[in-house]
């Protein structure tokens, strides 16, 4: 299952660091950013 950017969130909200969960999301969505663009570009 594609993890969302909401699952990631939901998942780590609860853990130990919120700074480290924001970490984790924000580089999600940058990869999430540059696979699309990477796709864009092959169109």
């Not at 699952?7 to 999301?25: F, H, I, Q, V």
């Not at 969505?29 to 570009?41: D, G, M, V």
């Amino acid at each position: 299952m594609l993890q969302t950017p909401e699952n990631t969130w939901e998942s780590t909200k609860s853990g130990t660091d919120g700074r480290e969960a924001l970490a984790a999301r924000h580089k999600f969505r940058r990869s999430i950013a540059r696979w699309l663009s990477r796709h864009i570009a092959a169109e």
